[in-house]
């Protein structure tokens, strides 16, 4: 099956390897980036997204910037894990392609009102300010998507930046409410499935040994990325989060999935950015996504290893 997709992205290691997986797989059309605030500022995710485009080769996709900071909060990055320029591990040249003048938000308008119905995928690995954004601005797009896969949330695995909240639903949790709850087809690979996809160090090594320019730099920064969660969890490697939605596109079977109804918590100052799965359909409310919650890890690295071979 083929797929045309936006990647709303705040590089970070994990969202460039995604990008590249992406841009490496023939059934899959990318028909633009658009970079938010997140793993770092602004400035740094347009120029780390264009940075992988042009690694990829591929100069000619549009990169757009978007929100510089959550609807109503303050910005929260991380680069305590992705290291002060968000793409550290590896040593890639400034862009040389000029930054698409349109804002994100307008960028994912155009793009999903300007094509047939039901034939646009979008693809969040970062906060979701700039698809938040989109919705008030043409809240038809909803309707018009194929569907949004995201990166985000986390049930009985609890939170990697505080003990209930996933770090893309925490940083704009008004942002992400507004995504759940707009109507649109919506598949989330939580902390619960992007946890068992450990980049061990055999399957960092079968990268580089592909011994290309890309694959030298996804190893460098799988061995610079996994650091923090080695120390934090004592595992073989660290999670690869987002390369997870393009693969869920690729190859659905290597996922276990279970509808449900989620709900994000705003107010709280214990537990913001929570997503609340009703695994169990205690609430009675009509599920409104999707939810990965396993993954063969082995077969997605194989997916990987051997789709950044053809790069």
């Known amino acids: 099956m083929s797929h045309a997709i936006i990647i709303d992205t705040d590089p970070g290691q994990d969202d460039a390897i995604a990008i590249l997986l992406a841009l490496a797989s023939p059934e899959i059309e990318v028909l633009g980036v658009t970079a938010v605030a997140g793993n770092v500022p602004l400035a740094l995710t347009q120029a780390n997204a264009r940075r992988v485009v042009e690694l990829a080769g591929r100069a000619d996709v549009p ?8 609807l109503i909060r303050p ?14 591990g590896a040593d890639l040249p400034a862009p040389a392609a000029p930054l698409d003048q349109r804002h994100a938000a307008d960028f994912i308008v155009e793009t999903v009102m300007g094509r047939e119905p039901g034939t646009v995928t979008l693809c969040p690995l970062a906060p979701l300010t700039n698809v938040a954004l989109a919705l008030a601005k043409e809240p038809r797009i909803a309707s018009r998507l194929a569907g949004i896969v995201l990166m985000g949330g986390a049930m009985r695995e609890g939170g990697n930046v505080t003990p209930a909240a996933e770090f893309n ?20 690979v939580p902390l619960d499935c992007t946890h068992q ?4 160090a055999a399957r960092t090594a079968a990268i580089r040994a592909l011994d290309t320019r890309v694959a030298r730099a996804v190893a460098g920064w799988m061995d610079f990325f996994e650091r923090f969660d080695e120390a ?11 390369p997870l939605v393009i693969a869920a596109l690729l190859a659905p079977d290597l996922f276990a999935q279970k509808r449900v109804a989620v709900s994000i918590e705003t107010d709280s100052p214990l537990t913001r950015g929570m997503s609340v799965v009703d695994w169990w359909g205690v609430t009675g409310a009509e599920p409104n996504a999707t939810m990965l919650h396993a993954v063969d890890a082995d077969g ?5 290893t051997e789709r950044l071979a053809r790069l």
């Open 75 to 88: 910005l929260v990055t991380a680069e305590y894990v992705h290291g002060k320029t968000g793409l550290d």
């Open 300 to 304: 997605f690295f194989a997916l990987l």
């Open 232 to 242: 934090k969890y004592g595992t073989d490697g660290g999670p690869l989060h987002d």
């Open 197 to 200: 996809a450990l980049t061990t």
């Open 63 to 70: 990169v757009c910037a978007g929100a510089d900071r959550p």
């Open 169 to 188: 639903i925490y940083v704009d949790p008004e942002a992400a409410a507004r995504v759940f709850a707009c109507g649109a087809d919506i598949t989330f």
